[in-house]
């Protein structure tokens, strides 16, 4: 079984910058996809950002492309978002997600739907 935990979430001005993290328990960390997701308020849950197991690949939604920087640590079990220049449409619960396939691109991993574990997600609130 796999256990993800999210912190790093708050309040930030548009412009600032907030790193996330997923610390995940079990010993499938290192062979799957990553990736982020997240949910406004009445609204569903949209593709953030994906990474290879490896950590070599990465795809993000046009959205936050060139803001944010997903990137992952095998040795901690460990994944990140970086996220500058955050705007206030960036606000939502953010939620990891470990993908229990293998094989695929990592464009595969845009569809919720692809990931078997899900985080209890972190609030990030950004003002304007």
């Known amino acids: 079984q796999v256990q993800l935990v999210e912190s790093g979430g708050g309040s930030v001005q548009a412009g600032g910058s907030l790193r996330l993290s997923c610390a995940a328990s079990?010993?499938?960390?290192?062979?799957?996809?990553m990736g982020w997701f997240r949910q406004g308020p009445g609204k569903e849950r949209k593709f953030v950002a994906a990474i290879s197991w490896s950590g070599g690949n990465t795809y993000y939604a046009d959205s936050v492309k060139g803001r944010f920087t997903i990137s992952r640590d095998n040795a901690k079990n460990t994944l990140y978002l970086q996220m500058n220049s955050l705007k206030p449409e960036d606000t939502a619960v953010y939620y990891c997600?470990?993908?229990?396939?293998?094989?695929?691109?990592?464009?595969?991993?845009?569809?919720?739907?692809?990931?078997?574990?899900w985080g209890q997600g972190t609030q990030v609130t950004v003002s304007s």
């Open positions: 079990g010993r499938t960390f290192s062979s799957y996809a």
């Open positions: 997600a470990l993908s229990g396939r293998t094989g695929y691109s990592v464009n595969y991993y845009v569809d919720p739907m692809k990931y078997n574990y």
